[in-house]
C-alpha cells in the first residue's frame, strides 16, 4: 500500500519466538530487508496479546511452542481480535493434527523450521499478497491426507486446468518460485491460484473447514 508521499509501505512484521536468539535474528532479517519492518517482537503469547493489538502488524510470525500460554492459543485469541490478521506460523512442529489446527485456527501459512532466510521473507510476502505458503512436507501431507478422502472427486473437478497443474507441482514439493519458473509466470499468480486451490479443496487456510474436512 503507497504511503502519504507516494512510496511502497513497508510489509510490518510482528514476531512471537520464544528463543531470544532466533527472535533477535528474525528481528534484524526482517529490518535488514528493504520493504519490511518489524513491528513489534514478543517471547510469549501473554506479551503478544497485550501489544499485536496495538501493532497493527500486516503479517504476524508465529511459533506454536510458546511457554505457559500455546501458540494455538494466541492465535485463536489474536484472529477474534484482529479478524484480517496475516499468521505465518513459523515452528518445529510437523504433527499432522497440530498442522490443522494451526489452519482451523486461521494460519494463512505454515512453515517448518529451518527456513531460509530469502525463502522467509518470500513467504511473508505471499502471505500479505493473499497466498497461502507451506512448507513442501506440510503442503504434500495436505495433498496426500485430500486425496486419500474418497469425497475429493467433485472438488478435484472443480479446479481449473492450470490449477490442477499447480496442484501437482505443489505435490511434488515445489515451492512457489519453482512453480513459477516452470510455468513462467509470477510467483504472485502462483500465490492466488494456490489460494484458489485451498479454497476449492477445503483446506485453505482462510476457510474454516479445515477440522471438518479432516475430521480433527
Known sequence: MPSDNGKQSPIRVSVVEDTAVYREHLVALINGAPGFACAGAHGSAESALSHVVRERPDVLLLDLGLPRRSGDECLRELKEKLPGLEVLVLTMHDEPKRIFQALEAGASGYLIKPVAPASLLEAISEVRQGGSPMSSPIARLVIRT????????????????????????????????????????????????????YEKLHVASRSQAVAKFFGS
Open 146 to 197: 485430500f486425496h486419500q478422502r474418497g469425497s475429493n472427486n467433485a472438488q478435484l473437478k472443480s479446479l481449473t486446468p492450470r490449477e490442477d497443474e499447480i496442484l501437482k507441482f505443489l505435490a511434488q514439493g515445489l515451492h512457489t518460485s519453482e512453480i513459477a519458473a516452470a510455468l513462467k509466470i509470477s510467483k504472485r499468480t502462483v500465490g492466488s491460484h494456490l489460494h484458489h486451490i
